[in-house]
């Protein structure tokens, strides 16, 4: 038995300069260390015969399989406000495409798969860490019910990679439901190529945003939804807690899905101003500056858009204005309920911002830990009693005590039991985000000592992140003084 991926492959079809075709570079000794099983059949793939060692050497790019098409596809892209006009995949390669369980047409892509005409001075490898960091975020993110690529696969290619040091060489399948970006639209824009910005234009539309097509100015509402999809993320994003950490055009999916997991990370304490990323030393993609950097993301996209909105150029910038000033409408909305929800407010009413503000403004202060004050809400909804969980988590308790009577003479105004609202809280307050210590510690373990015991565990506890599971406790703590990460790195 072989391998059957059941590709209908429609990027390949675009003209030939959207793409380079270019197969993956073999590798020596390729090794399996993780297949998720329940997405290899939701994409109608047969996990067993995936797991099997032709299996393993096609997911390392050893054979490419039949029917596949593989490409590198071409993009622009800003990189911390400068403009690249030609970045493109530079160490990844779409295989094809295939219709998963849901109807959903999902590219599948291994990265760090060898060198590609995008891969500049680059060596078109992956290091072990950074595949398994974005495996365990990417899923992390799934689970917490974030539009996110996902993680098919992880093997270790026998071959190593020369970082900093000498390191583990690994590829990731990546599954996500189109990698076109804000960037893969700059590409054409800035080569003046109005009929590629038309064809991708039309592309995306037809695989994201269908009912576009029909409506009187279909690119109109393509920029509106892709606007509605970035400011839902993006609050999401900040209602966990997440920083991206490189909020390039080039990492701004056209379909609304976390894209490009590098120096991501989940804060801990509460910080606004928190930055991990080694290489953002101005904040540019600080944890509270991510909705405007959204924002202007959009704007490079409607920016090549122009040419298509109308030949009167005024009348398309208006137009685009027009559209891109729905964001902040948009993102606030989604912001605001989500943290009306996390408070456990059923209702909508003046003083509720200001309510969720201070209590913010309180964390900030008193260095409280983001999820835990959340979680442990929580339990004070349904039980006064533990209110002394909560208040521990501030360096100044009385702090929350202030706060949480005003909280709970807003709650008694509605109609809803202690009970109700613990169970509602307690399906939009996680218990487990991939925290920055536990990840690191995954990857060290993976790669100083080929143990990849931590690493199932901790995707495991991940996968039910809403659930509290005892046995697994620790996971929900903050790191230690001594164990805290301050940065990461994109280890490209
Ligand atoms: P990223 O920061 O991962 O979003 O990547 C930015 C650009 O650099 C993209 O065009 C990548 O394909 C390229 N790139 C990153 N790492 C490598 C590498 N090891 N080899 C070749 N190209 C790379
Ligand atoms: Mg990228």
Redesign the pocket.
Known sequence: MTVHFPFQNTYAALPANFFARVAPTPVASPRLIKLNRPLAVHLGLDPDLLSSPEGAEILAGKTVPAGAEPIAMAYAGH?FGQFVPQ??????ILLGEVIDKDGIRRDIQLKGSG?TP???R?????ALGPVLREYIVSEAMFALGIPTTRSLAAVITGESVMRETMLPGAVLTRVAASHVRVGTFQYFAARGETEGVRRLADHVIARHYPHAANVEHPYHALLKNVVARQADLVARWLLVGFIHG?M?T??TSISGETI?Y?PCAFMDHYDPAQVFSSIDEMGRYAYANQPRIALWNLTRLAECLLPLFSDDQEKAIAEAQEILGEFIEKFTAAYQAGLRNKIGLFTMRDGDEALVQDLLDAMARNQADFTLTFRRLCEAAGDAAADAGVRALFAEPSAYDEWAARWRQRASEEPQSPAERQAAMLSVNPAFIPRNHRVEAVIQAATLNDDYAPFEELLAVLSKPYQDQPQFADYAEPPQPDQRVLQTF?G?
């Open positions: 990189q970045l493109g995949d530079g160490r990844a060198p995008f891969s500049r680059g060596d078109g490898r992956a490189v390039n080039d990492n490009d590098g994109c490209t």
